[in-house]
């Protein structure tokens, strides 16, 4: 048996990042909308915690994304036929970045409005 190293590990990690950006709409337009709410945060000279709170936020949306499409891969490979409980766990799976979506909308408002409404 081989063992795994922590440089195996990082590069089986970066592989599967660079294949959802490579194929998964939705993980580039999560990373658009990411830089442009950092590079707005930038722009209106957030403080350090605001901007913390943003990025923590965007991975966390990005983590759900990935996560999602990781349960949809595994589930479109393990049933390809249409199954009402396999699209129920798909839906499930996207009901959580929907959540993280949401939640990121708020903390943005929370953190944005304060700066921009006079």
């Known amino acids: 048996m081989r063992t795994r190293t ?37 722009s209106v000279h957030l403080g350090r915690l ?9 991975m966390l949306v990005l983590m759900a994304e990935l996560l999602n499409t990781a349960i949809e891969v595994f589930i479109d490979r393990l049933s390809p036929a249409k199954r009402e409980d396999a699209r129920m766990v798909k839906d499930m799976a996207a009901a959580a970045v929907l ?11 929370l953190v944005f409005l304060p700066r921009l409404t006079p």
């Open 6 to 42: 922590l440089l195996m590990s990082l590069d089986n990690a970066w592989r599967g990042l660079r294949e959802a950006i490579a194929t998964q709409p939705n993980i580039r337009r999560h990373l658009a909308a990411g830089t442009i709410v950092l590079a707005t945060a930038m």
């Open 99 to 109: 959540v993280c979506a949401i939640g990121a909308v708020v903390i943005g408002l």
């Open 50 to 58: 605001e901007c913390a709170l943003l990025v923590l936020t965007i």
